[in-house]
């Protein structure tokens, strides 16, 4: 059985109710809080696992609490909602959620999103260090990847990424010139290929040119073949040195 620990943070609690409900069925120990300061003193003093976090609330809405809650954490956040149209997904995933679940979806499939985000942290905790060991450095010019302390430079400044995206960066880094279609990316960043949106991989990839490149608008590193995926660039022919 499960055992860790999600935080949800919603202002219905008939909606807070349910979802406890069916998270605790499954084994998992349930927090729950009905607005935003609530939310950030779990955060603080249980350092839950996975956050479960309603848009629409009073006074701090779910879009501002994840950007406070991603100073803290880098644990997985899935915002649900009731709004279900593209802006309100791109801009969740864009300040720092992981999955953006409109709150018409059953319940049975919110527990297998769940199960998924904390199977892919599990994953990642055990093969992460294994990775990290015969080399702790990918360099780049103008970009180094400190894989023994999660650690990004780009042009002379630390940048701070989410958790998918640096394992996206790494993913890519370590495999240049290597053709990856979005399918492909998001099977290997989040696992579940049959229950998240591919837009998801865009809007991380995106995300990553805005921190690490000197013009997104012209990335050097992450280069887009269109139709077909994504490739990190090897520099074999001396592009964008500079």
Request: proline letters at 5%; charged letters at 25%.
């Amino acid at each position: 059985m499960a055992s860790e620990r999600i935080l949800i943070v919603d202002d219905d609690a008939d909606m807070r109710d349910v979802l406890e409900l069916f998270l605790k069925k499954n084994g998992y120990t349930v927090f729950t809080a009905e607005d935003g300061l609530q939310a950030i003193d779990i955060v603080d003093n249980i350092a839950p696992e996975l956050i479960i976090l309603d848009v629409m609330m009073p006074n701090l809405d779910g879009f501002e609490l994840c950007q406070i809650i991603r100073k803290k954490t880098e644990v997985p956040i899935l915002f649900f909602s009731s709004k279900d149209e593209d802006m309100d997904k791109i801009l969740g995933l864009g300040v720092g959620g992981d999955d953006y679940i409109p709150k018409s979806t059953s319940m049975p499939v919110i527990v297998a999103k769940v199960k998924a985000h904390l199977r892919r942290i599990r994953v990642h905790q055990q093969v992460l260090p294994i990775i990290a060991q015969p080399d702790t450095l990918i360099t780049y010019p103008g970009l180094v990847i400190k894989l023994d302390n999660a650690v990004v430079i780009a042009n002379d400044s630390t940048v701070k990424l989410s958790a998918k995206e640096y394992h996206l960066l790494c993913l890519m880094a370590r495999n240049p010139e290597r053709v990856y279609s979005v399918e492909q990316l998001f099977e290997l960043i989040w696992g579940e290929n049959s229950l998240g949106d591919y837009r998801t991989v865009m809007v991380h990839i995106s995300n990553i040119r805005k921190k690490i490149e000197l013009n997104p608008e012209n990335p050097k590193y992450i280069q887009t073949l269109r139709g077909i995926g994504y490739k990190f660039n090897g520099f074999k022919d001396n592009r964008f040195l500079f």
